[in-house]
Antibody, heavy 129, light 110 residues
Framework: QVQLQESGPGLVKPSETLSLICSVS??????????WNWIRQSPGKGLEWIANFYHSGSTHYNPSLKSRVTMSEDTSKNQFTLNLSSVTAADTAVYYCARSAPSYDHETLNYAYDALDLWGQGTMVIVSS | QSVLTQPPSASATPGQRVTISCSGS????????VNWYQQFPGSAPKLLIY???QRPSGVPDRFSGSKSGTSASLAISGLQSEDEADYFC???????????FGGGTKLTVL
């Protein structure tokens, strides 16, 4: 049974870099037909996709965060990381890592790797001095 | 402000059928499947419906999804008290090259 677990500091100072790790157990991030994602949810607000990658493939970033975000993988530890630089109070949120599988539209015949079928429990990050 | 538009709240009594709408555009719902998520307070979202109307293992068939043009709906029949939760729609967006979400609908079971 594949499980995801986020870890990282719960408090980050403004202008510093937020660094989070997602540890994956029960399955390898380098095998299978999945993308691996970071998503955040601000208090009382909705969900925002941050970035994703496919092992040995390209990494994709939300254009609104692209200048500040780096996502990387460590296959030896079966982990992937998120770095978000120059944080402000607006970056305060619960950060989730999640696995995504293909979702097919049988009318348009399009598909995308956006069915987020496994999530970590989430980690709250507060940006404050 | 979320890319996909959902009503902030919905309510119904046990046993009734309730629908939650989700509106988007040609760059997302109009071109790609809609996925739905259920979230309880303090917990991560859970995939409820994917590919318009596919249910992951363990999700009751009381939950169903549909799409028409640039809008989609989640229907819950035989409403139960344990269905009281937040529901989010989502779809891939060509402009983002990633998934976009609705703002969520808080379902209250009266």
């Amino acid at each position: 049974q594949v499980q995801l677990q986020e870890s990282g500091p719960g408090l980050v100072k403004p202008s510093e870099t937020l660094s989070l790790i997602c540890s994956v157990s029960g399955g390898s991030i380098s095998r299978g037909d999945y993308f691996w994602n970071w998503i955040r949810q601000s208090p009382g607000k909705g969900l925002e996709w941050i970035a994703n990658f496919y092992h040995s493939g390209s990494t994709h970033y939300n254009p609104s965060l692209k200048s500040r975000v780096t996502m990387s993988e460590d296959t030896s530890k079966n982990q992937f990381t998120l770095n978000l630089s120059s944080v402000t109070a607006a970056d305060t949120a619960v950060y989730y890592c999640a696995r995504s599988a293909p979702s097919y539209d049988h009318e348009t015949l399009n598909y995308a790797y956006d069915a987020l079928d496994l999530w970590g429990q989430g980690t709250m990050v507060i940006v404050s001095s | 402000q979320s890319v996909l538009t959902q009503p902030p709240s919905a309510s119904a009594t046990p046993g009734q059928r309730v629908t939650i709408s989700c509106s988007g555009s040609s760059s997302n719902i109009g071109s790609y499947a809609v996925n739905w998520y259920q979230q309880f307070p303090g917990s991560a979202p859970k995939l409820l419906i994917y590919g318009q109307n596919q249910r992951p293992s363990g999700v009751p068939d009381r939950f169903s999804g549909s799409k028409s043009g640039t809008s989609a709906s989640l229907a819950i029949s035989g409403l139960q008290s344990e269905d009281e939760a937040d529901y989010f729609c989502a779809s891939w967006d060509d402009s983002l090259s990633g998934p976009v979400f609705g703002g969520g609908t808080k379902l209250t079971v009266l």
